[in-house]
């Protein structure tokens, strides 16, 4: 199994920035994709970033261009910085890791992110 635990979050004015944090312990060498997912109250959750154990990278419409997500050379942390935070990124974030060959996914506890003036 695979184990995550997220940090990062927090309360930011709209122009702001924070980083995200994800530590996965574990099964780490069976992680094919790392990625983000985000909740905001009242909607489903969404697929945000995404990295595939070759380095590929994916990104929503509307974070492509203010947020990157990178990992660690031991690939066991990914991270998401996230610049000119806008109000409607305000979500619950939830780190996420598919392993194995059958693709099981294994989330974080979630962090909140509020972006408010």
């Known amino acids: 199994q695979v184990q995550l635990v997220e940090s990062g979050g927090g309360s930011v004015q709209p122009g702001g920035s924070l980083r995200l944090s994800c530590a996965a312990s574990g099964r780490i060498f069976s992680i094919n994709v790392m990625g983000w997912y985000r909740q905001a109250p009242g909607k489903q959750r969404e697929l945000v970033a995404r990295?595939?154990?070759?380095?590929?990278?994916d990104y929503r419409d509307s974070v492509e261009g203010r947020f990157t997500i990178s990992r660690n050379n031991a690939r066991d942390r990914v991270f998401q910085q996230m610049n000119s935070l806008q109000p409607e990124d305000t979500a619950v974030y939830y780190c996420?890791?598919?392993?194995?060959?059958?693709?099981?996914?294994?989330w974080g506890q979630g962090t909140l992110v509020t972006v408010s003036s």
């Open positions: 990295i595939t154990s070759g380095g590929t990278t």
């Open positions: 996420n890791a598919e392993y194995g060959p059958s693709g099981t996914d294994a």
